[in-house]
């Protein structure tokens, strides 16, 4: 059983910043890439930033410059630094990873819970 455990939402103005986590947990054997999406209301989800296990990152043009991905390989966590927040980032924020888990030889993904981002103006 793996997991994918979020934190750190929450309502900021706008031109604020807030730090997104997620740890995975559980019978894992390695973590491939992980990443963030959001979903605002009557939107499709959407990508918003990837990061490989060697650190290569990708990330949505309207948060380029302004959001950073990271992630801690030792302890299976990926981070998403916002800044310069706007109130078109107003969204739930997913957490994906593609995990190796157990004895399997390729990798499931995985989703967090979301975490409700709300900037105001």
């Known amino acids: 059983q793996v997991q994918l455990v979020e934190s750190g939402g929450g309502l900021v103005q706008a031109g604020g910043s807030l730090r997104l986590s997620c740890a995975a947990s559980?019978?894992?054997?390695?973590?491939?890439?992980m990443g963030w999406y959001r979903q605002a209301p009557g939107k499709q989800r959407e990508l918003v930033a990837t990061?490989?296990?060697?650190?290569?990152?990708n990330y949505e043009d309207s948060v380029k410059g302004r959001f950073t991905i990271s992630r801690d390989n030792a302890k299976n966590t990926v981070y998403l630094q916002m800044n310069s927040l706007k109130p078109e980032d107003t969204a739930v924020y997913y957490c994906n990873a593609a995990i190796v888990y157990g004895s399997s030889f390729y990798p499931t993904d995985y989703w967090g819970q979301g975490t409700q981002v709300t900037v105001s103006s």
């Open positions: 559980g019978n894992i054997f390695s973590v491939n890439a």
């Open positions: 990061i490989t296990s060697g650190g290569s990152t």
